[in-house]
């Protein structure tokens, strides 16, 4: 299982900025990898994904905002959160997809607390 470590996270006032980063440790080929949040009482939810090719899928919530990259070299993956709301407070967790023959193996790092708060 892969070791995925995020950074990043923080407070930050409405209307901000934050970029998270997530890189993985070990030799592994995710043809997937994303980010997710959990808000407290709330289930955890899809933020933002993409392929190994660049493609790309986003919740409605965060589309126009938040941009998903990646640098397949360095199996890591980044998301930068513009135009910061209060309901985007949440512990974010990345996560790395393996495509294996037995079939799709997700794995997941520990998750970095995102605070918008003024």
């Known amino acids: 299982q892969a070791q995925l470590v995020e950074s990043g996270g923080g407070l930050v006032q409405p209307g901000g900025s934050l970029r998270l980063s997530c890189a993985a440790s070990?030799?592994?080929?995710?043809?997937?990898m994303g980010w997710y949040r959990q808000a407290p009482g709330r289930q955890r939810e899809l933020v933002a994904k993409i392929t190994t090719g660049g493609s790309t899928n986003y919740a409605d919530s965060v589309k126009g905002r938040f941009t998903i990259s990646r640098d397949n070299a360095k199996n890591a993956v980044y998301l930068q959160m513009n135009s910061l709301k209060p309901e985007d407070t949440a512990v974010y967790y990345c996560?790395?997809?393996?495509?294996?023959?037995?079939?799709?193996?997700?794995?997941w790092g520990q998750g970095t607390q995102v605070t918008v708060s003024s």
């Open positions: 996560t790395g997809t393996e495509r294996l023959p037995i079939g799709d193996f997700t794995s």
């Open positions: 070990g030799i592994f080929s995710f043809y997937s």
